[in-house]
């Protein structure tokens, strides 16, 4: 018997399922038996029937299921139907470790203003970048703001894509510390020392992000990138963002280095006091002359329903309480666009005896809603993923993630509903179990994205692994998904190419939701 190398019909976690894990295939057109193979010496070990067709809407496949949960024990396996083969899996109870060690050095690699050697970043490794001072936008004013992350693709740094990043990351490590220690806690302040150099000293106000006029050409590395930089704006959701953000993390410092903790909180109070002198700034829009990313934001009511809710936490002064109060579900998103929902979890968390009763109900049932919306929608998709039809925009595979991650967290307040499976469902679909038959994570799978929109990457013709690509994405912004993809069903709207950006890019605030859902199954 040999191995049919054919496109595999068989759409599977590409790494594979830990011996107790649910593991179900999801099969393209075939029926009738499958049969499950050593790898490589293609000896059977477990047959059964594949189930019927289901039509999935979001791609036009028509999806069979092989239940594949009767096989535990560790090893390397493949999927064999009438049609052809899956690609090789794994079952072992490390299979997550690699990749979520990946995820998070990719905050490291993207790190601003710091040599990154050889020996940790390899091919990708660059002298310290962008150390020169910044000038404030209208102004003669040069202020030095070092540190942080690269946001994407480009070099840019962005208040509100680092809020939405550092809020995965903390609630990673509040909910599964072992699989960090120190790392993540570590790696987290690199992010919170820029922001707190975002902050205006006078007003408390949040520059809104800090990059060149322009993108530089997709072939530079960080440390050639040579062109002036340039703080935005003060905006209303940055500093929104900076106040939930730093007086969250203030929570996670408090015992190893009070003083930090301490810094954080006031810079967040200094911040939510500049909120509050301007409750009607209009939302963020590029100046003239800036073309790089906006982040623009018309609707600042969920930035500050975070901040109020996490002074609350952090502070427990009443009167962010009462601010919050009409803030608190208004809105119930997990990206950088609407941060509705973490305001939820951080009330969540309050103590009992001095959280108000009535606000924690409507957390709870807010959060509950969600998750009960998603794992409907769900149910709908053949391939078991969160997403509608109509939901496959910039960024599909952040939401995927970030539904998994919003599953997770009802699990703890509603367990036997099924949120647990459905969200490693989510990261089953974004390890290879989906129409495209791709893992879309950087370096893992048989068939992973290999052409990120990333500079580093491009530069030396490597992606970097670990990296979460976009995926799917109905808009076509760029001029290569556009002509290659405009005929294609929303599912299948996406193509593994260096300047395909608006489906092929990757972010920290793609990338901080998956280490959240690696963690969980790690």
Known sequence: MTLNKSLPPVRLNQLGYRPRDEKVACVADAQGRFEVLAYPELTGVLSGEIGPLERDPASGDQVAYADLTALTAPGTYVVRTDLGDSLPFTIGEDVYKDVLQAALRFFTLQRCGQDLPEALAGKHAHAACHLGEATVYGTDIKKKVLGGWHDAGDYGRYVSAAGKAVMDLLLAQRDYPDRFRSALLEEVRYELDWMLRMQDETTGGVYHKLTSKAFVPLDVMPDTCSVPMYLSPISSTATGDFAGVCAYA?????????????????????????????????????????????????????????????????????????????????????????????????????????????????????????????????????????????????????????????????????????????????????????????????????????????????????????????????????????????????????????????????????????????????
């Open 250 to 522: 203030s929570l996670f410092y408090r015992q190893t280095d009070p003083v930090y903790a301490d810094t954080l909180v006031q810079a967040a109070k200094k911040a939510y006091a500049w909120l509050k002198a301007h409750p009607d700034v209009p939302g963020f829009k590029n100046p003239p002359g800036i073309s790089t990313g906006e982040y623009g934001d018309e609707d600042d009511s969920d930035e500050r329903a975070l901040a109020a809710a996490a002074l609350c936490l952090a502070s427990g002064e009443p009167d962010y309480v009462e601010d919050l109060r009409p803030l608190l579900g208004k809105s119930t998103g997990t990206g950088w666009e609407d941060m509705g929902l973490y305001a939820v979890l951080l009330y969540l968390q309050m103590p009992q005896a001095r959280r108000d009763e009535a606000l924690f109900v409507k957390a709870k049932e807010t959060l509950l809603k969600k998750a009960r919306e998603l794992a409907r929608a769900a149910g709908r998709e053949a391939y078991g993923v969160t997403l509608g039809s109509d939901q496959y925009i910039w960024g599909s595979n952040m939401d995927v993630a970030s539904h998994g991650m919003v599953l997770l967290l009802a699990d703890d307040f509603a367990p036997g509903q099924g949120y647990r499976q459905t969200a490693q469902n989510q990261l089953h679909y974004l390890l290879g179990r989906n129409a495209n038959c791709l893992s879309f994570i950087t370096g893992f799978g048989s068939m992973a994205a290999r052409h990120p929109h990333h500079r580093p990457s491009v530069s030396v013709k490597e992606a970097m692994p670990g990296m979460l690509a976009g995926g799917p994405n109905s808009g076509l912004q760029d001029g290569i998904d556009k002509d290659r993809l405009s005929a294609l069903p929303p599912a299948r709207q996406y193509i593994d190419h260096w300047d395909a950006y608006a489906s092929n890019e990757v972010t920290i605030y793609w990338n901080s939701p998956l280490v959240y859902l690696l963690a969980a199954f790690q």
